[in-house]
Each structure stands twice: as C-alpha cells, then as structure tokens.
C-alpha cells in the first residue's frame, strides 16, 4: 500500500531513541510511502517513569532521527 503525500505521526517516550523507534520510520517511509514522519515525544509517560526531561527526550529524538529528513 503506498499512501503518497500522508503525513505519519510516531509518538512515544523516546528514552532512549532506539532502533526499533528507527525501524518503523523507515518502514512508514520505505514500505507505505508516507511522506514524512513526525516524531512526538510524549510529556509524560503514562506507563512508564521516564528518567530524561521531555526537552532532552527531543534532544534525543532530534539526533537519533534528524538526518532522516529536513522536518
């Protein structure tokens, strides 16, 4: 299935950013055809303490998958 010009939206904690976070960008990019992918990470973890800030959980998120496109 290719869906053209859609927006993805991934959200999650992202402490860290890890592969399998990786893995679904590009499958959402590769096997779907979005267009771009945006990366939220979520203020406050329902499930989970999150040990890293929201600011560097972006920080985080912004290194792991930044040099995947210019958004």
């Not at 960008?25 to 267009?35: D, H, P, S, T």
């Not at 989970?48 to 995947?68: H, N, Y």
């Amino acid at each position: 299935m290719k869906l053209g010009r859609v927006t993805a939206v991934l959200g999650g904690t992202f402490d860290p950013p890890h592969v399998g976070h990786l893995k679904a960008i590009e499958g959402l990019i590769r096997e779907c055809g979005v267009a771009r992918v945006l990366v939220l990470p979520t203020p406050a973890p329902p499930h989970k303490p999150s040990t890293a800030s929201v600011d560097q959980r972006i920080e985080m998120a912004t290194i792991a998958f930044g040099a995947l496109g210019p958004d």
